[in-house]
């Protein structure tokens, strides 16, 4: 059985940061891409970054949306089998719940999912 537990959301002003962290129960977690998607209400889920594994090409180098390039920072702990995602220079359109996620053969796998909210 696999599950995603995320945490580290929160109320943040403009210009802050948060960290958010996504604890994997998976077997072999460092033989699988991770990534970090977001959601508003009436919105589809967006991808905000990912990491592939050792092996695959610019392998263990995050990619970013547009959006978030040059302030939000994805990194992964394979010993800790944990995926992290920094954001900095938080924005009001970063607000958004914000989940993690993985594929396991067909199968994606979600968290439940953190609040971020960027208000002052």
């Known amino acids: 059985q696999v599950q995603l537990v995320e945490s580290g959301g929160g109320l943040v002003q403009p210009g802050g940061s948060l960290t958010l962290s996504c604890a994997a129960s998976v077997s072999f977690f460092n033989f699988y891409a991770m990534g970090w998607y977001r959601q508003v209400p009436g919105k589809p889920r967006e991808l905000v970054a990912s990491i592939t594994t050792a092996g695959r090409p610019n392998a263990g180098r995050p990619n970013y949306a547009d959006s978030v390039k040059g302030r939000f920072t994805m990194a992964r702990d394979n010993a800790k089998n944990t995926v992290y995602l920094q954001m900095n220079s938080l924005k009001p359109e970063d607000t958004a719940v914000y989940f993690c996620?993985?594929?396991?053969?067909?199968?994606?796998?979600w968290g439940q999912g953190t609040q971020v909210t960027v208000s002052s």
């Open positions: 996620n993985v594929k396991v053969g067909l199968v994606d796998y």
